[in-house]
């Protein structure tokens, strides 16, 4: 998971005030008025041109574990905050209690992301410990405090969330990996990340079949490594390699973060003989 720059100005317009987005959240501000939820509905953030913006802005990968997309699916267009209702695990108990979702944030640009199925339906998965377990985010957004909920828009900036956001946090400061390929919270004076282990859980940053897919990406760098430090050793012009590796740091590649890791990790000496900001 890396930062995002949301560029201004790419809201699409059937999000703006007056627009499809707009008008939607009015209609179903009027039902909820009126007690009634069966009729809500929330399609404006299905239009096309939000969908089509989403994919350029973030990359054409999940924005939790960065696989690519389009080549085996289109993504899912996924609302950080939950519109329709939010699911809560008691920490204590672990019972589930489904609470109100955020229906205001429904067609908001700055609530709409784009992730994998896997990071955002929930299904059961094998963690890569070999445990199986119903991981995706789905409808959960984990708070510090649960008693701090927000039931209206002027309450959402006081909430505590436990989820990172790709476009408002740094997900370096939260989370790092293994040499192999594993995730987990990072340290801040000895304690994990809370926001860091929180992602990993409930997007199922663990889960084995994307612990292979790093295990994989991770042969293609560090080959492209190698043959650097070896031409570097010998007076060499790295060439191609330096290339390579250049673009897969580029941030609409696959595993960009792990590829930083990598690239720091091995390469820590040479960064600066190299122009590389990792």
């Known amino acids: 998971m890396i930062r995002v720059k949301r560029p201004?100005?790419?809201?699409?317009?059937?999000?703006?005030?007056?627009?499809?987005?707009?008008?939607?959240?009015?209609?179903?501000?009027?039902?909820?008025?009126q007690g009634n939820d069966?009729?809500?509905?929330?399609?404006?953030?299905?239009?096309k041109p939000v969908r089509d913006q989403l994919t350029a802005v973030f990359g054409r990968k999940c924005v939790?574990?960065?696989?690519?997309l389009l080549g085996t699916q289109?993504?899912?267009?996924?609302?950080?905050?939950?519109?329709?209702?939010?699911?809560?695990?008691d920490p204590v108990t672990k019972q589930r209690a489904v609470?109100?979702?955020?229906?205001?944030?429904?067609?908001?640009?700055?609530?709409?992301?784009?992730?994998?199925?896997d990071c955002n339906r929930p299904r059961e998965q094998e963690n890569g410990d070999g445990s199986r377990a119903v991981?995706?985010?789905?409808?959960y957004f984990p708070l510090a405090d649960e008693a701090g909920r927000a039931t209206t828009a002027a309450g959402v900036r006081k909430e505590q969330a436990l989820l990172l956001h790709p476009c408002r946090d740094d997900p370096a400061l939260h989370l790092e990996f293994t040499d192999a390929g594993g995730i987990r919270a990072r340290a801040?004076?000895?304690?994990?990340?809370?926001?860091?282990?929180?992602?990993?859980e409930y997007c199922g940053l663990s889960r084995a079949e994307l612990l292979q897919m790093r295990a994989r990406h991770r042969r293609t760098v560090m080959a492209a490594i190698t043959h650097i430090i070896d031409d570097l050793a010998q007076n060499k012009d790295p060439g191609?390699?330096?290339?390579?590796?250049?673009?897969?740091?580029?941030?609409?590649?696959?595993?960009?973060?792990?590829?930083?890791?990598l690239v720091r990790t091995y390469l820590a000496p040479y960064l600066e003989e190299l122009g590389l900001a990792a």
């Open 8 to 33: 201004a100005g790419t809201m699409p317009k059937q999000l703006y005030k007056k627009g499809p987005g707009h008008e939607e959240l009015l209609k179903n501000r009027a039902l909820l008025a």
């Open 38 to 47: 069966k009729d809500v509905d929330f399609a404006a953030y299905r239009l």
């Open 64 to 68: 939790f574990c960065e696989s690519l």
């Open 74 to 89: 289109s993504g899912d267009i996924e609302h950080f905050r939950p519109k329709g209702r939010v699911v809560v695990i």
């Open 99 to 117: 609470k109100p979702g955020y229906y205001w944030l429904a067609a908001r640009w700055h609530n709409l992301l784009i992730a994998c199925q």
């Open 135 to 139: 991981l995706g985010k789905a409808s």
């Open 188 to 200: 801040v004076e000895g304690i994990p990340s809370a926001k860091g282990a929180a992602t990993i």
């Open 240 to 261: 191609q390699d330096l290339e390579d590796l250049v673009f897969m740091l580029q941030a609409k590649e696959a595993y960009t973060a792990y590829t930083r890791h």
